[in-house]
């Protein structure tokens, strides 16, 4: 063989003449007799490439078949753009699963599935195991365990995360522990999965949150593979980042949706029921089917004093959603602090205009209020209406008609005015209050008509009799049928009933018949 001085260096056991199978590399040796015997595969490997190893660095092996027969081999040094092209292959690999895992994490806020995404997800593609260690509750630690080719498991441990050098740390949000400064052989037993062996390499990092830290990663390695290097422990925190948005979002939304139901409770209107031997019914539907709250609210504040009247209120506030709805409870509070003021219905709703107008809220209302007290078979009612649909009487012969009350919308003006009226309820006989979102009900064979007061007082007239729990079903479940699937404004109704005190028996004395006065 022949070489010139570059090859030399590259090949020290190279000398003119020496066989090229004493000084090459088994790789290029193979492709030489490949390239020198004549057969068919002489054309294919002369017109490409081949590479392989020297010395720890990587060449390219150009062929050139000569006149002679002979073969000039040239040597390209490679390993650079070999490092790249592993570094630009790895970068692709990496960047496709940070994408991946925040597709997987972010299409869930559930805290629990995060936590178990983020630990399976750490044990497939980053460590051998994983944990995922969310802020403590109290005493008490959650962690999710996951083994590589296993499934997450959950457990609530009783450990000071203190003890794990750079645990505490991770989990109030401080910059990660340096793997090389976790000594593995102190690693407690709570920490190292069962059948999981000797550990040999360890990251601890933090969690990033919105504001606080969402909680902390844990990466185990064992003895059989290579330790963590400075550039996994970089990338461990990158998917960490991704894994830590979506806890905090999780927790964020869990929290708002504890606080969204208690606030519910509260704003929600209450079950009714019989009241100092009165009979009280309501429903309540809002304007979407997503919502539970809205601008329509009622409410039934039972007398202090058995004997009193029960004061009865049924509203509308201006616009629906969460803003109306934070005016209803304003507006049920201020109601219910004025409870000693019941029996002057016009001052109640002066002291609530002044402090509505008071306030920064732009929107108003409509109300009624309705004083009702039981005084031997029939039930008084003494009914005002501020700017409010007035209620209407189910007589027992079943004539409907409209309480002769009406008034100035409160929350608009400074100065309002109303007028109250008396009515009695005989046995069987009862009183309607409503919110205009029944009688402005879009729907019907046209899909257009309003359901109307006129379509309401028939529908009402042949309930004549009916217990006060069936008159509310029966004008929700018409309503309902008028509008179909289309969208509508919050409906509420609140009935009230004078009971019938005797009945007439059946011949054999035990079953109940029909009511009588």
Not at 157 to 167: E, S
Not at 337 to 342: D, G, I, M
Not at 344 to 371: C, E, G, K, P, Y
Not at 381 to 392: F, I, N, R, V
């Amino acid at each position: 063989m022949q070489c010139n001085d570059a090859a030399g260096l590259l090949l020290p056991a190279a000398a003119p003449g020496t066989p090229l199978v004493d000084v090459a590399p088994a790789w290029l040796c193979a492709a030489h007799r490949t390239l020198s015997s004549p057969g068919p595969h002489t054309v294919p490997v002369a017109g490409r490439s081949l590479g392989g190893a020297i010395g720890g660095r990587r060449f390219e092996a150009h062929p050139t078949v000569r006149k002679d027969g002979s073969v000039a081999w040239w040597l390209v040094d490679d390993t650079d753009h070999q490092l790249v092209r592993e570094a630009l292959h790895m970068e692709r690999e990496r960047t496709a699963f940070l994408a991946k895992a925040s597709n997987v994490l972010l299409s869930s806020l559930n805290l629990g599935r995060c936590m178990d995404v983020t630990a399976q997800m750490a044990a497939e593609s980053l460590a051998d195991a994983a944990l995922a260690i969310a802020p403590a509750r109290g005493q008490r630690l959650p962690v999710v365990t996951c083994l590589r080719g296993g499934a997450p498991v959950l457990s609530t441990l009783t450990v000071d995360p203190d003890d794990v050098p750079g645990l505490g740390e991770a989990l109030r949000g401080f910059p990660p522990v340096p793997s090389r400064w976790i000594d593995p052989a102190t690693a407690p037993a709570w920490m190292v999965p069962e059948g999981f062996g000797p550990v040999g390499s360890i990251v601890i990092t933090p969690l990033p949150g919105h504001g606080v830290a969402a909680g902390a990663l844990i990466l185990l390695r064992s003895t059989e593979n290579a330790a963590f290097s400075d550039d996994e422990e970089v990338f461990a925190r990158l998917f960490a980042a991704r894994a830590g948005a979506a806890m905090s979002a999780a927790r964020l939304y869990a929290e708002q949706t504890a606080i969204t139901d208690i606030l519910m409770r509260e704003l929600l209107p209450p079950t009714l029921h019989q009241i100092s031997g009165v009979d009280f019914a309501g429903r309540y539907r809002p304007s979407a089917d997503h919502e539970r709250i809205g601008g329509d609210f009622y409410d039934v504040h039972p007398a202090a004093v058995e004997g009193e009247a029960s004061l009865v209120s049924l509203g509308d506030v201006c616009g629906k959603g969460l803003e109306a709805a934070v005016l209803t409870g304003k507006i049920r509070n201020t109601l219910h602090a004025l409870l000693p003021l019941a029996g002057d219905h016009q001052r109640m709703l002066s002291l609530l205009n002044t402090a509505l107008l008071s306030s920064h809220h732009t929107r108003f209302a409509t109300l009624v209020l309705a004083s009702a007290v039981r005084r031997g078979n029939t039930v008084d009612l003494k009914l005002t209406s501020a700017g409010h649909p007035s209620p209407l009487i189910i007589r027992a012969d079943g004539t409907v008609e409209e309480a002769d009350t009406h008034g100035t919308l409160i929350g608009a003006i400074p100065n309002i005015s109303s007028s109250t009226t008396a009515v009695s309820l005989a046995p069987g006989e009862s009183c309607v209050l409503y919110s205009d979102g029944i009688t402005e009900a879009k729907g019907g064979p046209m899909g257009n008509d309003l359901f109307g007061e006129e379509r309401l007082k028939r529908a009402l007239a042949e309930c004549a009799g009916m217990p006060a729990e069936g008159i509310v079903e029966h004008v929700q479940m018409l309503a309902a049928q008028w509008l179909g699937n289309r969208p509508h404004d919050d409906m509420a109704v609140v009935v009230i009933s004078a009971r019938r005190t005797h009945h007439l028996s059946a011949v054999n004395g035990h079953t109940r018949g029909r009511f009588t006065a």
